[in-house]
């Protein structure tokens, strides 16, 4: 308990300074869209840095997940190069999120903590989760989710109860810190939820099959250009062409939509506005371009963009409401991505409260499911094959 509070306090002050950085970066690429056109000088810039670091032979979000279930030394360099080069992608409008960053900042920071208490290898594990869920909560302001997740995630079927207590509470305490430093965070209200009914949960049924169908869709678009792209052998000369395509690519559709993480639109579709019905798809693209090409940031806010999107879309077409659909896809998809799923369920109370808690049960049952052993993370470890 004493450890997860240290954690916190320390993890919440840097999580509020991460969340001031990244908001700036992005009001600064909307006050001048100029910005948008150093893409390629930015992917360039962030793989030299990797590189000559030494970070690029690091395995990102991966490497934590190896640290807890093997043991794996998480150098605290990693803290000054996933800060820095996440605020480039935000700041020349790379699709990338701030979760890979947030989990990476609070592993490394639990576990230089760690060495410094002296704390054996097992309890190494557990600060490690408190930092993960200190940075997660300060940076998201979703602290149960948070501490969920972290215990979750790392091996599938097997979630890691003992470290909970202190990750609860490195969250909490986390979020508290950031707040004081003037965070602020997101949530929602929804209004036409559905009566419980046998067809209304057909209906999120076949949603959970598209969304999981999407979710593999995306996570094999996300593993084939990564492949490609190390085919390119300088790591420089990748993450200019990667900018110049994302540059390309935001010249071509005309705004600003599917740069930079996504939230501002995650919000207008959550409030009933209307984006077009191919938004996810092109969403899913401009972020496999972006992550392939050595930009840094995460997945998962990304990933929220596409599901919101992607349910909104479907969800007239199966007789949803488009904004609870869009609230069910954004839960959905990041269950079935990261293979979540009580944390995706704990996350669809924090951000859209209890008002239809049993079709995001069912929803985030059937798309963890049906969406295979795939996922974000290649260290993640499956206690079971789904489809046995």
């Not at 002050?13 to 990244?22: E, K, T």
């Not at 594990?125 to 993960?132: D, P």
Request: with cysteine; aromatic share 12%; glycine share 12%.
């Amino acid at each position: 308990m004493i450890l997860g509070t240290v954690t916190g306090v320390i993890g919440g002050g840097i999580g509020a300074l991460f969340w001031h950085a990244l908001h700036f970066a992005a009001e600064a690429r909307e006050t001048y869209p100029v910005l948008l056109w150093f893409l390629p000088i930015g992917g360039a810039f962030v793989a030299w840095l990797y590189r000559v670091t030494k970070l690029n032979k690091l395995h990102g979000t991966d490497l934590l997940i190896e640290s807890v279930n093997e043991g794996t030394r998480i150098p605290f360099t990693l803290v000054g190069g996933i800060v820095f080069t996440t605020f480039v992608t935000h700041l020349v409008g790379g699709s990338a999120g701030k979760e890979g960053a947030a989990l990476q900042l609070g592993g490394a920071l639990g576990y230089k903590l760690g060495r410094i208490f002296r704390l054996k290898e097992s309890d190494l594990h557990y600060i490690t989760l408190c930092g993960m869920a200190g940075l997660f909560a300060a940076l998201f302001g979703t602290p149960v989710t948070a501490a969920v997740f972290v215990v979750e995630f790392v091996s599938v079927g097997a979630v890691m109860y003992a470290g909970f207590l202190a990750a609860v509470i490195s969250s909490f305490v986390a979020l508290w810190a950031a707040m004081l430093l003037g965070c602020e965070y997101s949530s929602f209200v929804l209004f036409d939820v559905p009566e419980i009914s046998v067809a209304d949960f057909s209906r999120v049924l076949l949603l959970a099959l598209v969304i999981a169908a999407a979710a593999v869709l995306f996570v094999l678009l996300l593993r084939t250009l990564e492949h490609l792209a190390a085919k390119i052998r300088i790591p420089e000369l990748r993450g200019a062409i990667g900018g110049a395509m994302l540059l390309g690519g935001t010249l071509l559709v005309g705004s600003q939509m599917y740069n930079g993480p996504g939230m501002d639109t995650i919000e207008h579709i959550i409030d009933g506005g209307e984006v077009p019905p191919y938004a996810f798809l092109l969403k899913m693209i401009f972020t496999a371009v972006t992550l392939a090409a050595g930009f840094k940031g995460g997945e998962i806010v990304p990933s929220f963009f596409i599901g919101a999107a992607l349910g909104a879309a479907v969800s007239p077409l199966i007789g949803l409401d488009p904004v609870f659909g869009a609230a069910l896809g954004l839960v959905g998809f990041f269950c079935a991505v990261s293979n979540s799923t009580f944390a995706s369920l704990v996350l669809a109370v924090e951000l859209f409260g209890g008002d239809g808690i049993v079709y995001f049960a069912v929803l985030c049952a059937a798309s963890f499911a049906l969406s295979g052993n795939y996922g974000l993370y290649v260290s993640q470890r499956f206690a079971f094959k789904k489809y046995e």
